[in-house]
């Protein structure tokens, strides 16, 4: 084992998992570790720090540890600059460049650590020598990256923070870390959504909710409507089907002949469907059609009296789409980007594809709650990395009434 | 195709889908079929008439298609007598014996029609010639039937009359067939289940709840234990794992230590599960519990407090168990037996196993409302054969406490 | 009930269960039949004829009536024309447009019938009075309705052919209405979907595999690649996930430091991800990849060195994307239709997205198989249409290897 | 925080995620802690150690936390003797209990440290001073317990030693620790279980097979009676519905009309299953019927033939049943317990009841493969405790051939 790097970690290492994280890591690569300073933290609120030499057989599987090291917060500690190399081309990284994780990440260019702007999974850092307030760093997906763009590789010079598991009770998702006390789970765990969305709104954070066409089916799109009526909701990601479902809803109420309790026969009725978006296609489109007096009720319709902006993302099982619809998955990205950037809290509702593509963009400090009836979807949305994500499985057609309801603190209208 | 009878089929045999499935079956199985008469009902609530000759190569594979044929409502034609055999053994059934369905089933013993009386699936129809009242046709299962038991054989002589499928709305679960129609289907269907309860209840029928352990775990005990209180619920079927942790809960209340939200750490906090099967076996009972203290609240308690009878069935996985626990499978059955012959309504709440073991016993014509977050129990339990079964994909803990708010028409205590 | 139409049903109605759909249909939405004429086909291979009178309290509810009737085949008896109106702008209908079923159809214009070309769900029918060969008529998707194109309205004028359920096994997928009568039913299935696929070819029929990425991760991509490469599969529809794991498995190998079993830790090991993207765009493009030699296995590799045409779809939660994905949903649509029209065969391998979206294009006739080891997802593909599609939840990671063996009748490299 | 006691952990403390739990558990229940001593395994291979004080504001809370953290391992420092009380009657435990885990534990009795033999989760431990060579301790389920027995209370004077994740591929389940490398994962991971089992067995280990009727239904019965003729299985445990369809299947055939393929029409051909119960019993059991010729094929068979024991326990949902099957749950228990102590590889395929039923008896050492297509029933089964269990989410009726075939090394017959 003749290539070594020493890294730290610190703060609640072992309590986080990180200390046993990163010892799994080097072990099952493949390395070796040496601890050579070990400082535990006597109490609770005490924390760790570790500092151990990283070994391996050659300088390609050390850079493998030390990049898999990284993502979990395992810093190198050598006060050297991060190395920077030019794009080769528009849309292509340099060999051995850096991807980032969805922690906060700092880079350190000239003996400075710059904090990573924007800080969002798998992208490049940029590193900007000339920004006019001085040099700053910033992440760039893939596709964004130009040619000449000084892009960081390795793994020297960065330092990562994962968030550390809260410990108290004090944040909005401290009910999650203390276990459930309530005597009915279901119902107390969403007053305790309720509560940390409330509290997110009352310290001025912004709200994204994100949908699919199965919260209209089965029965929550009033009480969502109620909660963006009343203040409660800044911004929606969803898709054409969302939209559409629930416009349809609005121009057909309950005789559009489809069976809204289930998914199993999503052709029935499905002329209504395809109506519904021709004609916001004849308006010009959902604002448009609101103004008309098309479309009366419903999530957009409140979407649009109220100013919350929606992004609506197309996809390839789309009907129409509706003129609102970004059928470009890349300015749809860039657009979903945006919103993921401003949110402090995400309510993922009953969607895989909208979910993952948020989550996608989502820094780890952004709180986040996933619902859906499908265990393996909020399995597979929790491991995406937020460590402040928490995950329900539930019916959205009883979760958001009652969410709703616990909200505004008063019974359904 | 030398081998040929004839049956008849009556009703709404062509929207309830009978005719389909007997030109089906026969299809499937090898045979032919010739149709001698078919009279369509013109109007919807015309019955239709088909009378047809179904053919197949040997006696064997007739017998067997004429034995799936009246699975589902096809009788024979002829005015035989059903053929009876004594059975050569205890727990031993003659050769070509005939399997019942779980529909209203006639024998014709010497030139009478008999109804078969307690008719449940999968069991032998024994007739005694000599009842107190003249001769009377049952069912036995395997392991009640006793030597020269005089059991029928064959098809013919039985008519089977499967339910049909109700198409107006006048009926408990009417709602089902017309589509759901309300703005929150899933608010909504819950709402109509609380209707059908009532109106059960009104009628003087008797409401039977089968329930598993996650009841308990997702809190919707308390819901449950009001509504015994009220009066909503008759009898109760359950197993250990449901007592005790209704009662752990009770005793422990929420220092449990565990994860009431989830399955996933069964483990933990067990010894209080342990402990609390201990105390009950040294009270003697949970009656006995309940009366010296021990019980002060709960499910199992408002049975004791109001005389709702329940059945707790043993399993291989059980802790203890409690002393009310029936630890042998034949008699639990038989006890759960008497329970669904009595059940106007059944609730299957969270359990595949108690649930497939109530519905083996249940006639077709008790109405059953399946609750499961789990899509596969809900599915497999529809399968199993009552017609006037309805399904729900959701989360029992917010169902019962909501149920519970509809029947009684009041918001949660 | 004022308004009256009559429709007719031909064919194999009663055990299609058509007869028992149409019935059904009609007392659901609120309106009355009156059989005037039915003649059930009397062996099992005689068709039966209905015609009956439909009626409704209002025109409204007897279109909606007749409209859901033609899904399912009831054509009206009327020898009239099919009604035709201008679009009255770019992707707009006019008021009470046909939309399609994906059953072959007919239009009565000026007295012939004209058969629907490129027949395919949802669509609007065009008719073209002066087509080089004569009037015309053909299918177009809401979003390439151009302004004056003439739309059929209403459902006279219109026959719907629903593939009757075949009944005999002579059929490629006879295999499944028989029953699985093997030793082995998994292996043996799978044996019958790998002679329909030789069957297909050697028909001279064209094969469409629509994969997953799972199919990557689970093992399966070698024995995808080397059923391409000795000529079974003549199409490929995936998306941009599916493409680059499929390429970084080959970049990257076993090495690649990620858990290929699972799909739980989706992000480990990114890095590579990206770069595979990076790398290929560097090339140009994936064949150039293949030229250039970067790129030297795997699925995409024998698709470019056997001249199988691919479709890669773009979604929002791509990395990249690869230059040969397709971002614009709607172009991305336009591809995967053009393959769907192609296609005899299909296997749906793990995927819902890219399976939905290719569903939605085909044609009831093509024979599909849908694989997947998640129940819901082969359920939902099922309920989306074909007549001639079947089932299978299994693993991907045996269920391909398992096929490549049995279509090449010789053991894994 | 006044009450206050000394644990140690010992061991690979950090990598196995057990210092995490520990800290994390005292956290969660309200205590504190103070790290007394920390010696941190430097490399890979050395070991790490803990001392730690817990605290606690009463002494219920201190007992509570020391509890749970004995669950994982961490011991009380001083050396005292484990308090035994006796049991004040049958099947009663004393106040204070000690709750088994199910690892190596022991017990500390009037200064020499006793091995708990048979160790099993949630059991009392029963000290007897006078065995035939000297005090013992075992375990004793809570139905066993006698009047008198002297019961180990609270956490004092006890050792419990969790196996440690093993780091290197030296053992036959080493290939899950370092990451799936091969290039066919399914494949090559049923390759590896193989390796396993043929190595269990050369080491004179005993294989325990658990079975459920899925695994008959999808066609892996030939297989697994092939691994019992051929030596490699040494017990089965399981129930009557997996043993009659068993043999239903040598009696019927592929004529006996039901679907094999899915478990969705379970009541189709339900006469045979009743009269294949019925013939067992006339010929007086299952080996009584091999040896009259009844039986000639299938794993029950084999199991005859071969003198491999198995045990069938009831259920509630049982026909029947078969005179081998136990009736008693207890004695059901009794009987898998002692399969359970036996086995040193337990193989877990497509049953959820049995398999919690016999993982309640095994010991964490016992090597464990559950096998189901249903991803929850896999992670319910792992999350019970064994550290030496893997899972596998497949369609046993692939993996029991290739299983067979890759330990036989040779294909199917």
Redesign the interface.
């Known amino acids: 084992m003749t290539h070594t790097r020493t890294v730290e970690l610190e703060g609640h290492i072992?309590?986080?998992?990180m200390?046993?994280q990163a010892?799994?890591l080097?072990?099952?690569?493949g390395g070796?570790?040496?601890?050579e300073q070990?400082d535990?933290?006597?109490?609770?609120d005490k924390t760790s720090y570790?500092r151990m030499a990283v070994s391996a057989d050659d300088e390609k599987l050390l850079q493998?540890i030390l990049?898999?090291l990284h993502q979990i917060g395992a810093n190198l500690t050598e006060p050297v600059d991060a190395r920077v190399e030019p794009s080769?081309?528009d849309?292509?990284?340099p060999?051995g460049?850096y991807?980032t994780t969805n922690h906060p990440t700092d880079v350190r260019y000239e003996g400075d650590w710059l904090s990573v702007e924007n800080i969002e999974?798998?992208c490049?850092i940029v590193v900007d020598p000339d920004g006019p307030e001085g040099p700053r760093a910033y992440t760039k997906?893939?596709?964004s990256v130009e040619e000449g763009d000084l892009i960081v590789t390795d793994e020297a010079g960065i330092r990562v923070k994962p968030p550390e598991r809260p410990?108290d009770s004090s944040g909005p998702f401290g009910f999650m870390?203390?276990?459930?006390?309530?005597?009915?789970?279901?119902?107390?765990?969403?007053g305790e959504i309720a509560d940390a969305l409330r509290e997110t709104k009352e310290a001025g954070g912004k709200v994204l909710v994100v949908a699919g066409p199965a919260l209209i089916?089965?029965?929550?799109?009033?009480?969502l409507a109620r909660l963006i009526r009343e203040g409660y909701i800044d911004m929606i990601s969803a898709g054409n089907g969302f939209a559409t479902h629930d416009i349809e809803r609005g121009l057909y109420g309950?005789s559009l002949?489809?069976?809204?309790?289930t998914?199993?026969?999503?052709?029935?009725g499905?002329?209504h469907?395809?109506?519904t978006?021709?004609?916001v296609?004849?308006a010009g489109g959902i604002a448009e059609a609101v103004e008309e007096g098309l479309i009366k009720e419903g999530v957009m319709y409140e979407c649009v009296k109220n100013d919350v902006p929606y992004v609506l993302?197309?996809?390839?099982?789309?009907?129409?789409?509706l003129p609102d619809t970004i059928?470009?998955?890349?300015e749809?990205?860039n657009a979903?980007r945006e919103q993921a950037h401003k949110a402090d809290m995400v309510l993922m509702l009953s969607t895989l594809?909208?979910s993952?593509?948020v989550g996608?963009c989502l820094p780890s400090s952004a709180k986040t709650v996933c619902v859906d009836?499908?265990?393996?979807t909020v399995?597979?949305l929790l491991?995406?990395?937020s460590s402040q994500a928490i995950g329900m499985?539930?019916?959205i057609?009883?979760?958001v009434?009652?969410l709703a309801e616990k909200v505004l603190d008063e019974p359904?209208e």
Chains 1, 2, 3, 4 share one sequence.
């Open positions: 072992i309590d986080s998992g200390m046993q010892f799994g080097v072990m099952d690569l070796e570790f040496d601890v070990f535990v933290g006597k109490q609770k570790c493998e990049h898999e080769p081309a849309q292509v990284v060999v460049f991807s999974m798998d490049a997906v893939l596709n410990r870390q203390g276990g459930v006390s309530s005597e009915r789970p279901s119902d107390s765990l969403i089916h089965s029965g929550g799109g009033d009480a309950t002949g489809m069976d809204m309790e998914m199993e026969h999503p052709r029935k499905h002329k469907h395809i109506y978006i021709s004609e296609i004849r993302a197309g996809s390839i099982r789309d009907d129409g789409p059928t470009d998955t890349i749809a990205q979903i594809l909208h993952v593509a996608n009836i499908n265990p393996a399995t597979q491991d995406r990395g499985v539930t019916d057609g009883t979760f009434p009652t359904a």
